[in-house]
């Protein structure tokens, strides 16, 4: 399968080391473009301009900062990722804007599923760890399986598209009381 991971910071790192040992082919994008450049010396290729990287592939992954990040990168890619790609995106966002981006995307007619993760760098390359996914529930059958095989766990949590998030912000309020 050919997949464009945008963000290539620790965590996108490490998933994309995963993805290239399971025999992707992995475009890479990062704002700070010696983080992809470094995923070379892997096997995935760095691109400067995130339109080039998800350009014929199926599956567009992201791991970034915030909401903010998110569509500051997504947004400007919408001519050009292609109408049957997927994007799934592991990034810690807020369930309002994650619901609101859901809905974007398959207004454009596209699959967007929210992933987020807990785990850490180590895990992701890995591939152990846990992640929650929500969404259409036959979209996240259908992905379920490569997902497995990027983590530990997969709890698919409904087919609101903003749960992964509010339990993922949970999770993370959780471990800071401990």
């Known amino acids: 399968m050919k997949i464009a991971f945008l963000g290539t910071g620790l965590m996108g790192s490490g998933f994309v080391r995963r993805l290239l040992a399971q025999g992707h082919t992995v475009h890479v994008w990062n704002r700070s473009p010696a983080s992809a ?36 990168v997504l947004e400007p890619l919408a001519d050009f990722i292609p ?4 994007i799934i995106d592991h990034t810690t966002t807020t369930p309002s804007a994650t619901g609101k981006r859901a809905r974007r995307w398959a207004e454009m007619g596209r699959v967007y599923l929210h992933a987020p993760v807990f785990m850490g760098p180590v895990n992701a390359a890995e591939g152990t760890g846990v992640m929650l996914v929500s969404g259409d529930p036959e979209q996240c059958a259908r992905v379920l399986p490569e997902l497995e095989r990027m983590t530990g766990k997969v709890f698919q949590l409904g087919s609101q598209p903003e749960r992964a998030a509010a339990f993922k912000l949970f999770g993370n309020l959780a471990f800071l009381g401990m």
């Open 37 to 72: 450049m470094a995923l070379e010396a892997n096997g995935a290729k760095a691109f400067a301009a995130s339109a080039d990287a998800v350009a014929g592939v199926e599956r567009v992954h992201l791991s970034l900062a915030d909401d903010a990040s998110v569509d500051a």
């Open 83 to 86: 109408a049957s790609c997927w």
